[in-house]
């Protein structure tokens, strides 16, 4: 069993930055896969980024050079940095993680974090 463990959400205005962090309780995250999604009520969970066993990053389209997943691997610990956050950025995030592999990053993940509450607005 993996328990991930979610932090740093909050309110923000346009423009701003915030970093999530997901600290997990696995070993090491040279064996883990670790994404983050996002969820609105209006819409389904939407795959925003992940970071790969092998420390390959990737995130989608619509947050490219806005946002980046890192990680540190001595604590476990995987980051979302947000940055020019837009209102349309609200959401609710939440990590997950499963065993690294290199299939698809956008699905398969197995555990799940608490999710955190991200509100952009002016």
């Known amino acids: 069993q993996v328990h991930l463990e979610q932090s740093g959400g909050g309110s923000v205005r346009p423009g701003d930055s915030l970093t999530l962090s997901c600290s997990t309780s696995?070993?090491?995250?040279?064996?883990?896969?670790v994404a983050w999604f996002r969820q609105t009520p209006e819409k389904a969970r939407e795959f925003v980024g992940a970071?790969?066993?092998?420390?390959?990053?990737v995130e989608q389209d619509s947050v490219k050079g806005r946002f980046l997943v890192t990680r540190d691997r001595g604590r476990s610990v995987v980051f979302l940095e947000m940055n020019s956050l837009q209102p349309e950025d609200t959401a609710v995030y939440y990590c997950?993680?499963?065993?690294?592999?290199?299939?698809?990053?956008?699905?398969?993940?197995?555990?799940w974090g608490q999710g955190t509450q991200v509100n952009v607005s002016s």
């Open positions: 970071i790969r066993y092998t420390g390959d990053g």
């Open positions: 696995v070993r090491t995250l040279t064996n883990w896969d």
């Open positions: 997950a993680a499963r065993w690294g592999s290199m299939s698809d990053l956008s699905d398969g993940y197995r555990y």
